[in-house]
């Protein structure tokens, strides 16, 4: 695995970087890891520490982000009742890319096209920091989650189970 610098920043890194952010960047493309279990594997991290990034769409279609564990499944009532929407669901793959920028697999909360109401897991603050996709697959950035927070609004919340 190969921690910053890297020949080339992501987007994600930019944003951090103009934000004055710190934060510590991590490759792991060389690996053959896929799922988001294999990628805290490969980081030698606790998979509760390492987050993936869910975007739905509630019945008003509306759209919102999801911030949860990577070994965790997103308990769509839980997102219903703290996105004030009668239903959600995950919205189709296909339409990750042109809604967010980013593809599946890839999808990071920070530089999406568009800011959408974010909901972040709360087990997150129980870590001094998280790990989280920077943006393209490959790559993960691991920050406080008081600077994800300043980094875009977003809110604790019972998320998973």
């Given amino acids: 695995m190969k921690k910053q610098p890297f020949n080339e920043k992501t987007n994600v890194m930019r944003l951090l970087d103009a934000a004055g952010i710190s934060y510590n960047a991590f490759c792991y493309a060389d ?13 030698g991290e606790d998979p509760d520490r390492v987050f993936k990034t869910l975007v739905t769409v509630g019945r008003s279609k509306e ?27 995950m919205i189709r793959s296909k339409e990750l890319l042109p809604l967010t920028g980013y593809i599946h697999g890839g999808c990071s909360p920070i530089g999406m096209k568009k800011q959408f109401p974010t909901f972040l897991h709360e087990t997150a603050m129980l870590y001094d920091r998280i ?8 790559y993960q950035v691991e920050v406080s989650p008081e600077d994800l927070m300043k980094m875009i609004p977003c809110e604790y919340a019972d998320l998973c189970g």
């Fill in 63 to 89: 759209y919102y982000v999801f911030i949860i564990p990577v070994n965790e499944e997103l308990n769509l009532k839980k997102a219903a009742a703290v996105s004030g929407e009668k239903s959600i669901e």
């Fill in 131 to 138: 790990f989280f996709s920077a943006g393209k697959i490959g």
């Fill in 31 to 43: 690996t053959d890891a896929v799922s988001g279990t294999e990628v805290a594997a490969v980081l």
